[in-house]
């Protein structure tokens, strides 16, 4: 099993952005708790960030083929990202939206994801611990 985990905006600062919304938790040391339990259950995964819409498209059209699900924190391209929607519908991964903060407790817009409807399901509001979750989700999908 191999799952692409892809993190959208400004996550790469993660450790000093708003630390009390997102945690002191950095990308990298998320990255490295994913690796280890991934391990632990036996699958494979490859974890990417980017600030550019077009690199996550594309990844997500790469991912096609190579990956057998995905996890991705869609950052604020949550809310704009018909792209990175049309993607993942095109790519027919089964898909896992994740999110560190409890975006349906905090500003009424970060309550419109519109990559939730192509996602089996969404994870949102257990900090770094989103990621496990995803990592769990993404692995129970494929034993359905
Ligand atoms: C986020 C929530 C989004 O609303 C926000 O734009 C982010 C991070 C989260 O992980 O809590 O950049 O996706």
Redesign the pocket.
């Known amino acids: 099993m191999k799952i692409l985990f892809l993190n ?4 790469n600062l993660l450790g000093q952005r708003q630390p009390d919304i ?1 945690g002191k938790t950095t990308l990298a040391e998320i990255e490295e708790r994913v690796r280890s339990r991934a391990k632990e259950l036996g699958a494979a995964v490859d974890f990417r960030q980017s600030n550019h819409e077009g690199e996550l498209v594309t990844w997500i059209q790469q991912a096609k083929g190579q990956f057998d699900a995905i996890v991705l ?4 391209y ?1 809310y704009t990202s018909v792209a990175m929607r049309d993607a993942i519908s095109a790519v027919e991964l089964p898909a896992i939206e994740i ?3 409890n ?1 349906h407790a ?1 500003e009424e817009f ?1 309550k419109n994801t519109i990559i939730a409807a192509v996602c089996c399901g969404q994870i949102s509001g257990f900090g770094a611990e989103s990621y496990i979750l995803g990592l769990h989700a993404a692995l129970s999908i494929k034993l359905k």
Request: no cysteine; net charge positive; charged share 10%.
């Open positions: 959208g905006p400004n996550l997102y924190n869609p950052a604020g949550t999110h560190l903060s975006v905090r970060r």
